[in-house]
């Protein structure tokens, strides 16, 4: 069993940046793909960035590329999303979560990961 944290969530004006992180329990931690989802008001849970256990491999989702980045740090057993240039669309509960049965296999799909933790509540106002 593993055990996600997030934090770093909050209220910012359009146009800030927030850096969220997630700490993860265990010894595996650099054996897992790592990923960032989010779930807005009324709305499905959404991709928003993944990465591979080396961090070579990283995806994003279409409505964050070039304003998110997702990276880690496999001594810390932490993965953190930075996120710049926010707009109030951003708005949502952001939710880290840990695909065990991948390294280097990035997938977007939520039903593939196995671990989640509880979520972090990021607001952006206009």
């Known amino acids: 069993q593993v055990e996600l944290v997030e934090s770093g969530g909050g209220l910012v004006q359009a146009g800030g940046s927030l850096r969220l992180s997630c700490v993860a329990s265990?010894?595996?931690?650099?054996?897992?793909?790592m990923g960032w989802f989010r779930r807005a008001p009324g709305k499905d849970r959404e991709f928003v960035a993944a990465?591979?256990?080396?961090?070579?491999?990283?995806k994003y989702g279409d409505s964050v590329k070039g304003r998110f980045t997702i990276s880690r740090d496999n001594a810390k057993n932490t993965v953190y999303l930075e996120m710049s240039s926010l707009k109030p669309e951003d708005t949502a509960v952001y939710y880290c979560?840990?695909?065990?049965?991948?390294?280097?296999?990035?997938?977007?799909?939520?039903?593939?990961?196995?671990?989640w933790g509880q979520g972090t509540q990021v607001t952006v106002s206009s």
């Open positions: 979560a840990a695909d065990r049965a991948q390294v280097e296999i990035v997938t977007i799909l939520r039903v593939e990961y196995d671990y």
């Open positions: 265990g010894r595996t931690f650099s054996r897992y793909v």
């Open positions: 990465v591979s256990g080396s961090a070579r491999t990283k």
